[in-house]
Nanobody
Framework: QVQLVESGGGLVQAGGSLTLSCAAS????????MDWYRQAPGKQRELVAA??????????NYADSVKGRFTISRDNAKNTVSLQMNSLKPEDTAVYYC???????????????WGQGTQVTVSS
C-alpha cells in the first residue's frame, strides 16, 4: 500500500557531501514522523535524524555523531524527506534507510514503513 524509495547514495571521499532523498507513495492519508536510520556492517541499525509532522511541531532531532553535519528536511506536499550530509567521515559508511509513520486511507492507525536502503560509502 505504501512504498518508500530512497536515492542519492554512493561513494564519496572524506570531507565530501551527499544528499539522500526518500519519496513515499501509495495510499497515504497522513505521515507523522519521517526518519533516516543507518546500519553499518556488524552494527545495529541506529537513528540518524528524525523530523516530525507540522501537526506535531515539525521538530527535528539528530544523533550526536551527526549533529552539525547532517540536516534533515521534508516536503509535506510531495511526501518526501531528504538528508543533507556534509563533512562526511569514514565512520558514516553504512546502508541508510528511510522510515515513515504512515496512516493509509484504509487504516485506522499509523504504521511503520521502510525503504529498501541506499549504500553510502565514505573513503578516507
Amino acid at each position: 500500500q505504501v512504498q518508500l524509495v530512497e536515492s542519492g547514495g554512493g561513494l564519496v571521499q572524506a570531507g565530501g557531501s551527499l544528499t539522500l532523498s526518500c519519496a513515499a507513495s501509495g495510499s497515504i492519508r497522513s505521515i507523522n514522523a519521517m526518519d533516516w536510520y543507518r546500519q553499518a556492517p556488524g552494527k545495529q541499525r541506529e537513528l540518524v535524524a528524525a523530523i516530525r509532522s507540522i501537526r506535531s511541531g515539525g521538530t527535528t532531532n539528530y544523533a550526536d555523531s551527526v549533529k552539525g553535519r547532517f540536516t534533515i528536511s521534508r516536503d509535506n506536499a510531495k511526501n518526501t524527506v531528504s538528508l543533507q550530509m556534509n563533512s562526511l567521515k569514514p565512520e558514516d559508511t553504512a546502508v541508510y534507510y528511510c522510515h515513515a509513520d504512515v496512516l493509509t486511507w484504509s487504516g485506522s492507525y499509523y504504521q511503520n514503513y521502510w525503504g529498501q536502503g541506499t549504500q553510502v560509502t565514505v573513503s578516507s
